[in-house]
């Protein structure tokens, strides 16, 4: 197996960071990593604020919901859906943008998010530093757009915290493979036995590691998702223009 894969077999999030800068050359390079990436028919309506300062930081951390991991890493990459830079285009060539006023833009502009995402994630790994996603920033959206001065027509989706490790975390299992991976059509029959098992495993994970608090994910998943858990969402993007209409 290639070490790319090697890499990407190993993912785990980390959220306790040493007190070490993180080189700009190396840093560069990581974002590098995104700003290469492909997007939706090359609108490249995505941006990256990048924050180092770290009384910034503090404030994110706050707004995610007191997330420490945040004030610790070093650097914090706000992953940015950004149809401000694409109307530019449109004003430019005499027309009127209507996309981020669509479901389909929100949706194009969160795959191209999670596009970016995924490749600062792949990079900063195999620079042997650790990340955590978070999407603890939409909590507060408003917060988050005023701390970076965001402008109309932008939304920050999600973020990352980096840094060198201090303390690494184990690997997380997954539900089982047969519940991702569907071979020609969804499988669906099994699924009730797939999320059985996982929360039978979830449970010794958590035993191993001695996380009495860890939850199976079966109730982990209906304690978040038996609501909206980030309701300002909506309303915050609205407010920036976005619409979600047909
Ligand atoms: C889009 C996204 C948002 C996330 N937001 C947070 C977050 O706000 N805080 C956090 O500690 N972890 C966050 N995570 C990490 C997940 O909790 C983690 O990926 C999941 O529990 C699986 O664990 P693992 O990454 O260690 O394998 C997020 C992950 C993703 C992909």
């Known amino acids: 197996m290639n070490d790319t ?3 990407m077999h190993q993912h785990r999030s980390i959220r306790s960071f040493q ?15 995104a700003y290469k990436g492909p997007t939706s028919i090359n609108g490249q ?3 990256l604020v990048v924050t180092q300062d770290a009384a910034r930081r503090a404030q994110i951390a706050e707004i995610a919901g007191g997330q420490p991991w945040i004030a610790q890493a070093p650097v914090f990459l706000t992953v940015v859906i950004d149809f401000y830079k694409t109307e530019q285009a449109l004003a430019k060539a005499g027309k009127t943008q209507l996309i981020h006023e669509s479901v389909e833009g929100f949706a ?7 596009i970016a995402l995924g490749n600062l994630m792949t990079a900063a790994r195999s620079a042997g530093l650790g990340v955590v996603p978070i999407g603890g920033i939409r909590r507060h959206p408003q917060a988050i757009i ?12 999600a973020g990352l915290a980096l840094g060198h490790i201090q303390h690494d975390s184990p690997l997380k299992p997954r539900l089982p493979r047969a519940s991702f991976v569907h071979h020609e059509q969804y ?3 099994d699924l009730r036995q797939h999320i059985d098992a996982y929360d039978e495993t979830l449970a010794q994970f958590w035993q191993s590691i001695g996380r009495d608090d860890g939850k199976i994910w079966s109730e982990n998943t209906a304690q978040v998702y038996q609501s909206i858990y980030f309701p ?15």
């Open 5 to 7: 894969l090697k890499l």
């Open 146 to 157: 005023d701390l970076l001065q965001l402008p109309a027509k932008t939304f920050p989706i």
């Open 232 to 246: 300002e969402v909506a309303p915050t993007a609205m407010a920036q223009g976005f619409k979600f209409s047909a």
């Open 108 to 114: 194009v502009g969160a795959v191209d998010a999670g």
């Open 19 to 33: 007190d070490q800068t993180i080189s700009a050359a190396t840093l560069d390079a990581i974002l590098d990593a």
């Open 187 to 189: 499988q669906s029959a």
């Open 45 to 47: 309506q995505v941006s």
